[in-house]
């Protein structure tokens, strides 16, 4: 990577990326409502919105894209974006939504060992306009 620090001058950093670092998960398996609004994972278990909303995140206190994340049965799904932690759905919280940073974004929602929902949404330059 080389950063400009002014038009004449620029440092160069190279980074070493692990194999399989930079892969996507495989979402081949996933179905789409007939609307194509929704985003049924393989397992069955979720489903996600497919075009994202803008709403204020609270968290960051700025307008964002979101898509919203459902469970889709009274199973205890742990939820993360791009390896974070966000929160848990069961039968008392069955839906979240969930706020995308710039770029690509993997959502996972994990049935303890048994299997992980994937949903890869873009969230742009991560930010939006409210209207």
Known sequence: MVVALSKKKADNYAFT????MCTLPDTSGNTFSADGTLEYAASGKSYATVQPGCALNPGAGRAQPYV???????????????????????????????????????ISAANGSLSIDYYIRDGGDGSCILP
């Open 68 to 106: 919203n994340l459902f469970d889709n049965g009274s199973y205890m799904l742990n939820v993360s974006v791009n390896g974070v932690p966000l929160t848990q759905l069961s039968a008392s919280r069955p839906h979240t939504p969930v706020f995308l940073s710039a770029g690509q974004n993997v």
């Open 17 to 20: 990326v692990q194999p399989g």
